[in-house]
């Protein structure tokens, strides 16, 4: 059934709302490169608007309806959006695949997850409550202390496009959970499942104001939301550029900040693998969600020992992928988001091909796809540490391969990079792998597998991949404020001033 992109407006205070400048981005479909519909961009002063709304939310009532009801009240929401997710996943599916190029497959799959997304935080909010007034043990018996988790306030949540409204999930979640308000600000290539999620908000009757969904440019709209002195967090997700430039924006409030950035991610495989299963577990590493993945492994690092059929095999795997418009069935890669990614994989592999490496396969637009972003999957060989395809996110399904001789120099050779997010290793000796494990520098380690990702586990990364942890049980910590409340419980006098009537 053909599917149509719903013409939307700015969600602000509960209502759409028109930007104030009534300016409008046009949705793109990557597999056809045809503009398909269009998003409202918002600017600064939408942002005002919203943020005015996010702050009225929080206090209305003295807090009393969201920021200061029990966890409970505000999982009955959280649990409401979910259902109405998992009711509409076929159609969210669809969009969010025409609008990033997403296999279809993949897309319901990330729908699931935006559900159970929901539901874990759900059960976060409620577990809350019992976690309040947790007393804390003091030295001193004329004193009790306990501690208050409070929301943080208003939250700006700045997100990417690879996995459009996961990611936004990722942040929303937590953070209703945790009582905040909220501003996302979706990437403005692909917005449409998130404009989706505030129809469900107004359905399911969430409170005007608590979620509110500026989409536009980021200069436009998630600058002024970075830089907004009445938004007391941010939580981003992108590039490292962007993640820089959002710190050093907050950092002028003393804002805090959680950044989930780039990757340049390693995957070890060792010579007593079993080959196949560890072929396929080195593609999906890099390029499921048509290799734009922050925490894609796209450094091989193979024992010299197996190297050469180890790579005759990845790369005969590799030809079979079916490459297609992501709504056919059976697609595996579609294309990638966009004009300005695709020239930008392009040159990355013309600039690895002149500094002399060999493309081992792909490389270029697939034959059979005369439109779309569609780049082949791409692996790439005879490289050496200092060149570009080594060091640079590519954020597309590029592969570059080294191989190894011993366990310190494939260690050596992961942690050969600024970033530090993910990392694989691949062996039937699971004390290697234990070791391995502890060696990567890195927020995430797979073993025998790389990318599967479950909300119950803590997400993000170190070095240059940013810092803080999104997901898990702590993942609500991220929108909560600790208050410790110190008591003085003696009925005698403290005594350290000497009273006056003893003069
Ligand atoms: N870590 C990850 O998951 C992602 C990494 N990337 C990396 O970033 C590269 C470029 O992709 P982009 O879409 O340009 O990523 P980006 O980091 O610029 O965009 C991410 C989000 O930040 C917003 N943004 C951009 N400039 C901003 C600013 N000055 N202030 C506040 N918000 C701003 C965007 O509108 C979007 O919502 C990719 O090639 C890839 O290497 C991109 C998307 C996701
Ligand atoms: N599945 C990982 C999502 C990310 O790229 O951050
Ligand atoms: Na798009």
Known sequence: MAISIPCRQ????????????????????????????????????????????????????????????????????????????????????????????KPLEEAAWDMDDVS????????????????????????????????????????????????????????????LAAGCTAILKPSELASVTCLELAEVCREVGLPPGVLNILTGLGPEAGAPLASHPNVDKIAFTGSTITGSKIMTAAAQMVKPVTLELGGKSPIIVFDDVDLDKAVEWTMFGCFWTNGQICSATSRLIVHESIAAEFLDKLVQWTKNIKISDPLEEGCKLGPVVSEGQ?????????????????????????????????IEPTIITDINTSMQIWR????????????????????????????????????????????????????????????????????????????????????????????????????????WYQSPSKL
């Open 10 to 101: 700015l969600f602000i205070d509960g209502e759409w709302r028109e930007p104030a400048l009534k300016k409008r981005l046009p949705v793109i479909n990557p597999a056809t490169e045809a503009t398909i519909g269009d998003i409202p961009a918002a600017t600064a002063e939408d942002v005002e608007l919203a943020v005015d709304a996010a702050r009225r939310a929080l206090t209305r009532n003295k807090g009393k309806d969201w920021a200061t009801a029990s966890g409970a009240v505000r999982a009955k929401y959280m649990r409401a959006i979910a259902a109405k997710i998992t009711e509409r996943k076929s159609e969210f599916a669809k969009l969010e695949s025409i609008d990033c190029g």
């Open 116 to 175: 159970g997304c929901f539901e874990y935080f759900a059960d976060l909010a409620e577990a809350l409550d019992a976690k309040q007034k947790a007393p804390v043990s003091l030295p001193m018996d004329n004193f009790k202390c306990y501690i208050l988790k409070e929301p943080i306030g208003v939250v700006g949540l700045i997100t990417p496009w690879n996995y459009p409204l996961l990611m936004a999930i990722w942040k929303v979640a937590p953070a």
């Open 342 to 374: 695709y020239e930008k994989i392009l040159k990355v592999i013309s600039t690895a091909k002149s500094e002399g490496a060999t493309i081992a396969c792909g490389g270029a637009r697939p034959e059979h796809l005369k439109k779309g972003f569609y």
């Open 392 to 495: 640079e996110e590519v954020f597309g399904p590029v592969l570059c391969v080294k191989t190894f001789a011993t366990e310190d120099e494939a260690i050596e050779l992961a942690n050969d990079t600024h970033y530090g997010l993910g990392g694989a290793v691949i062996s039937q000796d699971l004390e290697r792998c234990d070791r391995v494990s502890k060696a990567l520098q890195a927020g995430i380690v797979w073993i025998n597998c790389s990318q599967p990702c479950f909300c119950q586990a803590p997400w993000g990364g170190n070095k240059r991949s940013g810092f803080g942890r999104e997901l898990g049980e702590g993942g609500i910590d991220n929108y909560l404020s600790v208050k410790q409340v110190t008591q003085y419980v003696s009925n005698e006098q403290w005594g």
